[in-house]
């Protein structure tokens, strides 16, 4: 009796090797963000809304609902504004079927936003990821902990899962 349960869990452990090993082999997922910094010029400003309007230095327009508004009340129409955005994201390492990552358009789910890009170059050190999404654009995250960034190389696909919240800052540019 005892053979026949050592060959039942022996039989088992056997079956699962591949599964351990294909989920070992990929890094576990991490805590990251995003920051994006830009200059632009004030269209309106909506002091008890806490949203100012931007115009950039292409002409693109963007409205902004500003988390930090300590510097709000300085901001006039006109004046020339930096605005630094900072999302928080967690980072998962993906595999498709044929051991290679897969790509996809952006998706939103329940007011997450989650992309998949492919990992363009990895800065250990500082535990920052130059991703590359799949219209070609490149965006940059850095690992809260560089050390769980460590198993992630260049070429690897990444789902990139924003949290909902951004916070948003503006301040007069220097």
């Given at each position: ?5 050592f ?29 994006l ?22 002409g ?5 609902n ?6 709000l009340a300085?901001?006039k129409?006109?004046?020339?504004v ?8 967690m ?10 990552g ?15 890009a ?9 535990g920052?990821l ?13 690992g ?7 198993g ?12 909902p919240?951004?916070n948003?800052a ?5």
């Open positions: 009796m005892k053979d026949k349960a060959g039942i869990i022996a039989g088992a452990l056997i079956a699962a090797a591949p599964l351990v090993s294909f989920a070992a082999s990929l890094p576990a997922p991490f805590e990251g963000s995003s920051t910094q830009a200059d632009g010029v004030v269209k309106s400003v909506d002091q008890a809304k806490h949203s100012v309007t931007v115009i950039d230095a292409q693109g327009e963007a409205s902004f500003v988390t930090d508004p300590s510097n300085q901001i129409q006109g004046n020339k930096h605005i630094r955005m900072m999302r928080n994201a980072i998962s390492v993906m595999r498709g079927a044929d051991g290679h897969t790509a996809a358009q952006p998706v939103q789910q329940n007011t997450v936003q989650s992309v998949t492919e990992a363009q170059a990895v800065d250990h050190a500082s920052v130059a991703l590359k999404d799949p219209n070609g654009s490149v965006f940059h995250i850095r809260r902990e560089p050390a769980k960034v460590a992630v190389t260049p070429g690897m696909h990444v789902s990139v899962a924003y949290a919240q951004v948003v503006v301040a007069p540019a220097q």
